[in-house]
């Protein structure tokens, strides 16, 4: 938008290449309000990545080994979660050194929650992401255990979020989770479609709307990849956009169907 009203100023004010100067102020004056205070610097957005990348492998093996043991199955989610990463052999190596690092018992993991706050802390986005990614993590096994639970809450509360914060978003996930590899035949479909958009069945169809919204600009790709994270872990981020469309559509079906047969 402001690409446009930048040409449009350049070319009244300065003629012909003014239109150059204006769309390029323009430019950044877009990137700045899509992406945030870094987003206009291409050596801040890959330091962003870097950082966030090494933030997730760490707290993964913090988390995984929260409840006195790494269980094969996060092993194995760590496992897929390089290999849709499309991780080179020596980038394989490091994600497995930086998880090892976490899972030490002697390892405190708040230098790397500081290097992330200052880092990428900025953005919202980003915070929730990290969030999203380890609540994945944890119920690589179908479930969260106290100590996985205890220790979401502690890295969620240094990341700023409130409980009542943390429990919306971690409910709006496991819900979205009801709904990936179609699971949403279940007999509480319905119930927790409305959980995974962070609404009720008493909200309206514009409170139902704007939080569907909401979570799909969250998990926009472009907004996330200009925000730092790093475009092999968008995949993440698309699947949980799908699950989030899968249980609007079931929402917006079911009140269409009720208006019909009022």
Same mark, same amino acid.
């Given at each position: ?11 009244? =004010? ?16 877009? !990137? ?21 990348? /090494? ?9 995984? $080994?929260?409840?006195? !043991?790494?269980?094969?199955? +996060? ?52 915070? @929730? ?20 639970? /205890?220790? =979401? ?16 978003? =971690? ?35 514009? /409170?139902? $709307?704007?939080?569907?919204? $909401? ?11 200009? @925000?730092?994270?790093? /475009? ?23 009140? +269409? @169907? ?5």
């Amino acid at each position: 938008m402001f690409r446009l009203l930048g040409a449009l100023a350049g070319f009244f =004010l300065l003629g012909f290449w003014g239109i150059f100067l204006g769309y390029f102020i323009g430019s950044f004056i877009d !990137r700045f309000r899509a992406f945030g205070p870094g987003g206009m610097n291409p050596f801040n957005a890959a330091r962003r990545q870097s950082v966030f990348l /090494e933030t997730v492998f760490i707290l993964m093996g913090k988390l995984a $080994k929260a409840d006195g !043991r790494v269980s094969e199955t +996060e092993v194995s989610h760590v496992e897929q979660f390089m290999q849709k990463l499309r991780m080179t052999r020596d980038h394989r190596l490091k994600a497995i050194t930086l998880f090892k690092q976490g899972a030490s018992s002697d390892y405190d993991i708040q230098p790397q929650l500081d290097v992330f706050l200052k880092t990428c802390g900025y953005s919202p986005n980003l915070r @929730q992401m990290l969030l999203v990614y380890l609540i994945i993590m944890g119920l690589s096994d179908g479930h969260l255990n106290s100590a996985e639970e /205890e220790l =979401l809450r502690a890295i969620a509360g240094r990341l700023g979020y409130h409980q009542a914060a943390f429990d919306q978003l =971690l409910g709006m996930i496991i819900n979205q989770a009801h709904f990936a590899g179609g699971q949403s035949t279940s007999a509480n479909a319905l119930e927790d479609a409305y959980k995974a958009l962070g609404v009720s069945k008493d909200s309206t169809d514009q /409170e139902v $709307k704007h939080a569907y919204r $909401k979570l799909m600009s969250q998990y926009h790709p472009d907004k996330l990849m200009g @925000q730092g994270v790093p /475009e092999e872990m968008i995949a993440v981020a698309t699947e949980q956009a799908k699950e989030v469309q899968t249980a609007y559509d079931l929402i917006k079906k079911n009140r +269409e @169907q009720n208006r019909t047969t009022a």
